[in-house]
């Protein structure tokens, strides 16, 4: 569908995009391309990310903002007079009749995760290990699998379940204020992991469903 007929749903009442059951669909912007039309995009994006984004001082900061404003007004038609509900830890709810949807970002991507269902998505570039952290919010099989990894390995392992461990936490609308920790493994939800441009991403949800990925381009 294109923008102009999403946004013509959008203004009859119809906020959803089509998005089949059992189905994830991830959609990548590259912040470096979105930072460079900021001008034309700053009026037509959600208000609250465009004054994020002015706001912002640090320019990759800035442009991960801006980035994700544009693909929610690309791909879920909102814009700048369009209000964004959030639950109580800041997990955006969907628009009436509209899908769920989640975001997150890392170095020069952000990702926008839609789903009829409830949906939880964490993206990084792969980094060191952090033993401390993984110890505070990991379940213990996690931290054993991560310890029994081969060494020259661990960085990645440690990327993919500290992607999954924000995935779960972000679907449950909690954040974290409250870890992982003596909890299920998984607490219930269906996770994906798979990867993007250097990037590690994985996707929670409670239901098992087909996860597709896309990117986006800014077409003037």
Request: aromatic fraction near 8%; glycine fraction near 8%.
């Amino acid at each position: 569908m294109s923008r102009e007929g999403i946004r013509q749903r959008f203004a009859a009442g119809h906020h959803a995009l089509p998005v089949p059951e059992n189905r994830i669909r991830l959609f990548w912007a590259n912040t470096a391309e979105i930072a460079a039309h900021a001008d034309q995009l700053l009026p037509v994006i959600p208000a609250e990310y465009a004054e994020r984004c002015r706001r912002q001082t640090h320019p990759l900061t800035a442009a991960q903002t801006l980035a994700a404003g544009w693909l929610l007004s690309e791909i879920l038609g909102l814009g700048p007079a369009d209000p964004l509900v959030r639950g109580p830890y800041g997990k955006p709810l969907p628009q009436p009749g509209g899908p769920h949807w989640n975001l997150s970002h890392s170095g020069p991507w952000v990702v926008l995760a839609v789903s009829a269902e409830e949906i939880g998505v964490d993206t990084e570039q792969v980094g060191p290990v952090r033993w401390a952290a993984a110890r505070r919010l990991f379940p213990e099989a996690w931290i054993r699998r991560l310890e029994q990894t081969p060494t020259e390995r661990q960085p990645e392992r440690f990327t993919e379940l500290w992607t999954s461990c924000e995935a779960i936490l972000k679907l449950r609308g909690t954040g974290f204020s409250q870890g992982l920790q003596q909890l299920p493994e998984t607490h219930g939800a269906v996770l994906y992991t798979d990867r993007w441009e250097g990037q590690i991403v994985s996707c929670a949800s409670w239901t098992a469903a087909e996860v597709t990925q896309e990117r986006m381009y800014f077409k003037t």
